[in-house]
Nanobody
Framework: QVQLVESGGGLVQAGGSLRLSCAAS??????MGWFRQAPGKERELVAD????????YYADSVKGRFTISRDNAKNTVYLQMNSLKPEDTAVYYC??????????WGQGTQVTVSS
């Protein structure tokens, strides 16, 4: 059974930093990523990384501020978030893809950035 366990959310002032972690168990994946959903908005892909090659993708809104990385030995993916803005406030979800679609999800962790 696949489990994705997230940690690291919280409240931070604008300009601050947070690091999210997502530990996966049950199997390895083709890719893992972080999505976010703000109130009244659709869930959006923030960043993802392929497990073997380490190829990354970032949404334009976070380029230069967020960094996604993985630890293969720990089967864990991280999202380092710097220079946080109030518009980054959302529930962040870890997701994992077996092939080319994300169909495994974590429970979500709240990130709140105060102005």
């Amino acid at each position: 059974q696949v489990q994705l366990v997230e940690s690291g959310g919280g409240l931070v002032q604008a300009g601050g930093s947070l690091r999210l972690s997502c530990a996966a168990s049950g199997r390895t994946f083709y890719a893992m990523g972080w999505f976010r959903q703000a109130p009244g908005k659709e869930r959006e892909l923030v960043a993802d990384i392929t497990w073997s090659a380490g190829m990354t993708y970032y949404a334009d809104s976070v380029k230069g501020r967020f960094t996604i990385s993985r630890d293969n030995a720990k089967n864990t993916v991280y999202l380092q978030m710097n220079s946080l803005k109030p518009e980054d406030t959302a529930v962040y979800y870890c997701a994992a893809a077996v092939s080319n679609s994300y169909n495994n999800w974590g429970q979500g962790t709240q990130v709140t950035v105060s102005s």
